[in-house]
């Protein structure tokens, strides 16, 4: 298997033991590159009474999303810390009514390098991330989340 194969398993295995309501969304990490994050939820375990998907489901699998973003930046950092939401909002902009995805984009190197020095000095920063939720290629629910890390030795 490759390392991304592996860092994959690992983050499934990670949310699972750390985040437990990731089981109960039936929550799969789905996919990474250098552009993205994906993760995956079926509807049937997140539907609300109108048969679309809960909206509680759908923050949840974004905030997870950036959340294992910032989970993959420190890896390639090789850094390890612990990580928590300190902001964010979700547009819900159509309702979703199948299986869904979010998709966290990866930030742009200059605000990695900026992460990454201000971690290093100061055992603490912050990451601006932005996800979304697609069904049929139109967008159906945007995410800006505010991420704080903080170092461990």
């Known amino acids: 298997m490759g390392l991304i194969t592996d860092q994959l398993q ?17 929550l799969t990490v789905g ?24 909206g509680g489901s759908l923050s949840a ?17 090789k850094l390890s810390g612990e990580i928590v939401i300190q902001d964010s909002s979700c547009k819900y902009l159509r309702p979703v009514k199948q299986d869904f995805s979010a998709i966290c984009y990866r930030p ?4 990695i390098i900026r992460f990454d020095k201000m971690l ?6 912050r990451l601006e991330l932005q996800a979304e939720i697609h069904e049929s ?3 159906s629910v945007t995410f800006q989340g505010r991420y704080v890390v903080f170092l461990q030795d």
């Open 10 to 26: 690992e983050l499934q295995a990670l949310l699972y033991k750390e985040i437990p309501i990731t089981k109960h969304l039936h």
């Open 120 to 125: 290093r000095t100061h055992k603490k920063a």
């Open 61 to 77: 699998l974004l905030t997870l999303a950036g959340w294992s973003m910032a989970w993959f930046v420190l890896q390639e950092s």
């Open 137 to 139: 290629n139109t967008l």
């Open 31 to 54: 996919a990474y590159n250098e552009h993205a994050l994906r993760l995956d939820a079926p509807l049937a375990e997140n539907v609300n009474h109108a048969g679309t998907a809960f």
């Open 108 to 111: 742009p190197a200059a605000q």
